[in-house]
């Protein structure tokens, strides 16, 4: 199991940035498949994007890709997802999950992630 804490979110205008982080605890980072998803009221929440255990790897929701990028450090036990050009949709609260034994291959599917942080909200004005 490890622990998820995130943070960064807030407010910006359409067409701005923001960078959310996600530390984790425990030794065993690297060996976790990491996922950011979303949700906005009222709706599912889904995925946003997902990064292989070494980081070689990222894989992304057709809706925010070319705009968001994910990256991770595993010796500092974080993992980042970079937001630009952002737009009102993008509005959502963000979390971030950690699969041990999910693959790769179905970083998507919501139920492969076991632990997730609280969130942290991103609000998007047009």
């Known amino acids: 199991q490890v622990q998820l804490v995130e943070s960064g979110g807030g407010l910006v205008q359409a067409g701005g940035s923001l960078r959310l982080s996600c530390g984790a605890s425990?030794?065993?980072?690297?060996?976790?498949?990491m996922g950011w998803f979303r949700q906005a009221p009222g709706k599912e929440r889904e995925f946003v994007g997902a990064?292989?255990?070494?980081?070689?790897?990222?894989y992304y929701a057709d809706s925010v890709k070319g705009r968001f990028t994910i990256s991770r450090d595993n010796v500092k036990n974080t993992v980042d997802l970079q937001m630009n050009s952002l737009k009102p949709e993008d509005t959502a609260v963000y979390y971030c999950?950690?699969?041990?034994?999910?693959?790769?291959?179905?970083?998507?599917?919501?139920?492969?992630?076991?632990?997730w942080g609280q969130g942290t909200q991103v609000t998007v004005s047009s």
């Open positions: 999950a950690a699969s041990y034994s999910g693959s790769y291959g179905r970083a998507a599917l919501l139920t492969q992630y076991g632990d």
């Open positions: 425990g030794r065993t980072f690297s060996r976790y498949l």
């Open positions: 990064i292989s255990r070494s980081g070689s790897s990222t």
